[in-house]
């Protein structure tokens, strides 16, 4: 398959240096990990936006090889909650906006594990992140931001919206009695 990239971009000067890659419009159904890992070792941003790719074609180990990827945009695709990517601590934004996201705890589990030092999450229009937009209610948004800023405590923007202290200190407040009640739960099951 010839894949084209639009939006090749280098800054002159390896200490300016700055590369991003873009398949995006595509119709791809698949990575094009060919073109995409001949740049391993500079690529900061890449951009798999509105195509058509989806959990199967995930490998992981592949994307893992780009060790100064900052920047993972993969909106307008089929990912599910169930998508796994790899260990990317480089990765400090990702953009997942209108997948197939239904499962929050599965899916936040997963960037948290994959992605420790991310510090921007987008994932609106997703069944999964409740908002106006999609039919979700106040309350509804509200309870999915505390559970993702709960879950991943480094977050500084979560969709389009900053993290704010007093949100971080709600959802702290919020999420700790389950995850205590969770711990004695398995304390009493231990002592059985």
Known sequence: MDYHASGQHSQPGPASSFQWLSFAYQGLSEIP???ILTQSSTLEVLDLSYNLLDDPYWN???????????TLILDCNNYTSHVKFPYMPSVTTVCLNKNKINNLPVFVEEIRRKFPNIKILSMMNNEAAPSYFNGGSLTQYKDYRQYVISQIPGLEILDDTEVLEKERAQARKTYRIQQSSKGSRKRREIHR
């Open 60 to 70: 992981p180990a592949l994307l893992g090889q780009l060790e100064r990827l900052s």
């Open 33 to 35: 990990y060919e073109p």
